[in-house]
């Protein structure tokens, strides 16, 4: 089974900068893609970033490139969200999944439960 946890939401003011942080049980984090999506209120899930198993490829919605930078540390079952420029639409609960290869996709088979980002103007 696997279990993922994020951590790192909070509230920031516009403009300024948060990391999230994904930590994953099991001993198979590292042969795996991992992304990150987010869902505002009345909205569905979208895409943010992934990466692939070993961190040489990588992935951003239009939206968040040049903001948000996804990097992992296989040795510590981590994947991260490093947000910057923060914007209040960026408001949302995020959440990582695990991909179901090593290739970057759009295919997830296990999230997490999500944390809230909240973006002030």
């Known amino acids: 089974q696997v279990r993922l946890v994020e951590s790192g939401g909070g509230l920031v003011q516009a403009g300024g900068s948060l990391r999230l942080s994904c930590a994953a049980s099991?001993?198979?984090?590292?042969?795996?893609?991992m992304g990150w999506f987010r869902q505002a209120p009345g909205k569905e899930r979208e895409f943010v970033a992934a990466?692939?198993?070993?961190?040489?490829?990588?992935s951003y919605a239009d939206s968040v490139k040049g903001r948000f930078t996804i990097s992992r540390d296989n040795a510590k079952n981590t994947v991260y969200l490093q947000m910057n420029s923060l914007k209040p639409e960026d408001t949302a609960v995020y959440y990582c999944?695990?991909?179901?290869?090593?290739?970057?996709?759009?295919?997830?088979?296990?999230w997490g439960q999500g944390t809230q980002v909240t973006v002030s103007s």
């Open positions: 999944g695990r991909g179901r290869s090593g290739a970057v996709s759009r295919e997830y088979d296990y």
């Open positions: 990466i692939s198993w070993g961190g040489g490829t990588t």
């Open positions: 099991g001993r198979t984090f590292s042969s795996y893609a």
